[in-house]
């Protein structure tokens, strides 16, 4: 099937199979901040923003993504460099393969959520998994990138 | 899931003719659980664009339509104040929001997921399901149904009413299944008691809720023995998750905390 995806402002079109995910179809595409985790939904590093909202690429098929925008890491570069400084001070960084995906999981988060409560932070961020920091250090960090914001 | 097709239909009759043509043609929900299956599907039938994705309120009800994901039903503030919040509750339970944002209301009813935490909660309050041909029918029928005609869920309709309400989740670790999951209402005196995962779909404790509804009084004497009668009831069982005796245990304990809470 020939499909038409805007993948960071680019309309792309790719070829795919009916039972093809969006994880492999956008990881063929060479964009590999998409990271390929735990396959089954739970962990949340191969989140991407579907029309601004977070959905799992590992979950959702290509075709349900046509006609969508889609946006990775790549699309948001500038406010992933001001939440990089943050998780670099706050030593919520170690192997960083859950970076984009959260990066992208709290960009959405501040578009559906006005002043995000800590419980609503953490509500929020529940579906992706770290293996390295505990998520304190990480919670702090987005709390001192959403002040920066106000 | 193996899927030979997909069609992307634009009208609810085009969606139930394609249906018709195959026994292996399927409708597709959010396709979140797809994974789960090793089946082969002819062609997978997506309703994205039969318009399908409203929740309206009318003032008795909230009527939400099938391919309304969970996160909407999550978010409405209607059903965050209603019964306790128990439905927004239990799909709140549901993985992370990017999943959510995936699972559409109608396939989280068609699969009948034995490990469902929004069919407890929708079974503990006064929920119908609005099918395409077989039109209007109680969940618990619908859940019941082995019709071999397939058909399309068009929409689920809740009624607004008063009561209290309980909704707890028993799993393992975060993300995970439920171990057991229990719904209990209160609507002036009537109970209803409703254990799912069990890990078998949910369904009415039916003998706990006749002893419970019969008493004049609902001490914490009756609760217990409203748990044990469900304990005994229900069928329980076995699987990678939990026992059958851990989860009988657990559910009369949750069950007896369900009733606490909604007794006041």
Redesign the interface.
């Known amino acids: 099937m020939r499909i038409n995806i805007e993948v960071n402002g680019n309309l792309k079109t790719y070829d795919v199979a009916p039972d093809d995910y969006l994880l492999d179809t956008l990881r063929a595409d060479n964009i590999f901040s998409i990271k390929r985790g735990c396959e089954t939904s739970s962990c949340g590093v191969c989140t991407v923003l579907m029309d601004g909202k977070a959905v799992q690429s590992c979950t959702i098929l290509s075709v349900k993504a046509e006609g969508h925008k889609i946006t990775t890491i790549e699309g948001h570069q500038k406010e992933a460099k001001k939440l990089s400084e943050h998780f670099g001070h706050q030593g919520a960084d170690q192997c960083g393969y859950c970076n984009s995906a959260l990066a992208l999981t709290v960009h959405a988060m501040k578009d559906e959520i006005k002043e995000p409560t800590n419980e609503d932070i953490k509500e929020y961020l529940v579906g992706n998994l770290c293996r390295c920091t505990g998520y304190e250090a990480q919670h702090r960090a987005i709390k001192l990138c959403l002040e920066d914001d106000e | 899931?193996?899927?030979?097709?997909?069609f992307?239909a634009k009208t609810i009759e085009e969606a139930y003719e394609k249906l018709q043509e195959d026994k292996a043609n399927l409708i597709?929900g959010?396709?979140?659980w797809?994974?789960l299956s090793s089946k082969t599907v002819e062609t997978?039938i997506?309703l994205?664009h039969v318009g399908l994705n409203q929740i309206k309120e009318t003032k008795d009800t909230i009527e939400i339509d099938a391919y309304v994901t969970l996160?909407e039903v999550e978010k409405n503030e209607t059903l965050k104040n209603l019964f306790s919040g128990i439905v927004s509750k239990g799909v709140?339970g549901i993985?992370?929001?990017?999943?959510r944002?995936?699972v559409t209301v109608g396939g989280s009813i068609a699969g009948k997921y034995s490990f469902s935490d929004f069919i407890t909660p929708l079974l503990a309050v006064n929920t119908e399901v609005v099918m395409y041909k077989a039109g209007k029918m109680p969940l618990e029928d619908f859940l019941k149904l082995r019709s071999r005609e397939k058909d399309i869920i068009l929409k689920i309709i809740i009624k607004k009413e008063e009561m209290l309400g309980y909704y707890y989740k028993m799993k393992k670790t975060?993300?995970d299944f439920a171990v057991v999951n229990v719904g209990i209402t209160n609507q002036d005196g009537h109970y209803k008691i409703i254990v799912g995962a069990r890990p078998s779909l949910a369904t009415f404790a039916v003998k706990a809720m006749e002893f419970i509804n019969n008493q004049k009084e609902v001490t914490e004497k009756v609760m217990e023995e409203t748990a044990k009668i469900a304990g005994e009831e229900l069928k329980f069982g076995t699987n990678s998750k939990a026992g059958k005796e851990y989860r009988t245990e657990l559910a009369k304990v949750y069950i007896r905390r369900g009733l606490k809470e909604v007794t006041k």
């Open positions: 899931m193996e899927i030979v097709n997909y992307k597709i959010g396709g979140a797809l994974r997978a997506d994205e996160r709140n993985m992370g929001v990017a999943l944002n995936l975060g993300l």
